[in-house]
């Protein structure tokens, strides 16, 4: 039972660098995928246990009446305060970590993909088999960030960049780099990656 056990692959990268369109070209080859962040946000509000210890860690105020997750609230109190930020991650990221390899054992599929934005960051690439980093040239991804997140101003987007391992240090712990930088064609570095985690 154990060898039929898919290859838990990672796949990650900066903000703007791209990992979402690279996932989704994984996905178009049958690959299944597991998105982490938005797991995170469905676990927060629907996994009992997690939601009792974010309302002990930080009050009533981080639900709406509706039993929603208050995001400007929570977000507030995370990105202004790095011991807020550490105790949320500590809260979250084990619940994932569980839900994602329940999730993984019942994938029919030589690998799956975990997508994550701080697969590093959060210590949990540790448990992983493999790892993609898909990179690009920051001011490529400041650029596209601008564009698809209006919200958010330069200023925003290098504080995100901040709280993000460098794209060196992504690369240097990667097993496997995409390079997404509008000049090296992505499908085929997706495929050949593809063809190596399909073999035994």
Request: include cysteine; glycine fraction near 4%; aromatic fraction near 8%.
């Amino acid at each position: 039972m154990i060898d039929n056990k898919p290859r838990m692959v990672g796949i990650t990268g900066g903000i703007g660098a791209g990992k979402t369109l690279v996932t989704k070209l994984f996905a178009l080859l049958g690959v299944p995928v597991y998105r982490a962040d938005d797991r995170a946000k469905w676990l927060m509000t629907n996994h009992p246990p997690l939601k009792q210890q974010i309302l002990a860690a930080f009050g009533a105020e981080s639900f709406l009446s509706d039993g929603s997750l208050n995001r400007p609230f929570l977000a507030s109190r995370v990105f202004s305060d790095p011991s807020n930020t550490e105790v949320i991650n500590k809260l979250v990221h084990p619940c994932v970590e569980e839900d994602f390899k329940k999730w993984t054992e019942s994938q029919p599929y030589p690998y799956v993909l975990k997508e994550a934005a701080l697969l590093f960051e959060s210590g949990s690439y540790r448990s992983l088999d493999k790892i993609i980093t898909v990179t690009a040239p920051e001011s490529l991804r400041v650029f596209r960030v601008l564009i698809r997140d209006p919200h958010r101003s330069k200023s925003d987007i290098e504080k995100i960049m901040e709280r993000q391992w460098p794209e060196q240090q992504k690369k240097e712990n990667a097993d496997f780099i995409i390079e997404n930088d509008e000049r090296i064609m992505v499908i085929p570095q997706v495929l050949k990656i593809h063809q190596l985690l399909m073999q035994p």
